[in-house]
């Protein structure tokens, strides 16, 4: 099983490309821009996304996805988030007036896309591969995924500030690898980041002395402008780990 990275940035700009993950070649987790690097054989290929949450820095590749590459498919693309996260997209992305309903295109029977509503601690069983949600704090519903081939998992935050539930689950998992976690601002901007429930260097550091296992550690949604800046901080406030930053086209193999 392989994890690919196309995204993991908190913005654009240059090489930037916001979050998305390319799992095997049919599975993504979220819909950031760089999705968009991909081909459209590529994109055909695509059979379910996990999306962690709403924000458009997390699907603003998703309508395009559908509309580029649901003619050469067979079958629906597959949706999975929770129930809350859904009803924002049928509201207020697939809604005629940003994009067109593909669930409904180009007809109810054989539409383009189909929603799969998941809640927080279920497992979707894909061949093997074994993707539950997990519990996540932001300002709007908000979940990480666990990706587990039974060697290996791999946790993913998507956004989160702190939440003493997702440790308690992450801690939980015996044969955890990695773990993905955000740090979208400075120290500086601490405020902002307990506002809009992101983390900060500072803020890491406390998280990470919740964590009972040795996972490799690496931090996503770093905003463009201030990555030297934020890294630097977190090697200077983190003690006992040693966060590396993601790259775009990292691949974990699990």
């Not at 260097?201 to 990470?208: G, K, Q, T």
């Not at 983190?238 to 775009?248: E, H, I």
């Amino acid at each position: 099983m392989k994890l690919m990275i196309l995204g993991c940035s908190g913005g654009i700009g240059g090489s930037a490309r916001t979050t998305s993950m390319l799992l095997d070649d049919d599975v993504l987790i979220d819909v950031g821009t760089g999705v968009g690097d991909l081909s459209l054989a590529e994109l055909s290929l695509i059979d379910h996304v996990f999306v962690t949450h709403s924000h458009l820095d997390h699907i603003a590749c998703l309508p395009m996805l559908v509309d580029s590459a649901g003619f050469m498919r067979n079958k629906p693309l597959t949706i999975h988030a929770t129930e809350a996260t859904l009803e924002i997209l049928k509201h207020n992305v697939f809604n005629w007036k940003l994009w067109p309903d593909f669930t409904q295109i180009p007809g109810v029977q054989q539409p383009f896309m189909r929603y799969e509503a998941l809640e927080i601690g279920q497992v979707v069983d894909l061949d093997g591969r074994m993707i539950t949600a997990l519990p996540a704090n932001h300002v709007v519903p908000a979940v990480g995924y666990r990706i587990d081939s039974g060697a290996a998992s791999l946790v993913f935050t998507g956004d989160t500030t702190t939440h003493d539930a997702l440790w308690e689950t992450v801690n939980g998992i015996a044969n955890l690898r990695y773990l993905i976690i955000e740090t979208a601002f400075s120290n500086a901007e601490k405020e902002l980041a307990v506002l809009s429930k992101h983390l900060c260097p500072s803020m890491l550091a406390d998280e990470l002395l919740k964590l009972k296992l040795d996972p490799e550690i690496y931090i996503s949604h770093l905003k463009p402008g201030e990555v030297e800046l934020t890294m630097q901080e977190i090697e200077e406030c983190v003690r006992g780990v040693f966060p590396r930053m993601l790259r775009n086209g990292q691949i974990f193999e699990l």
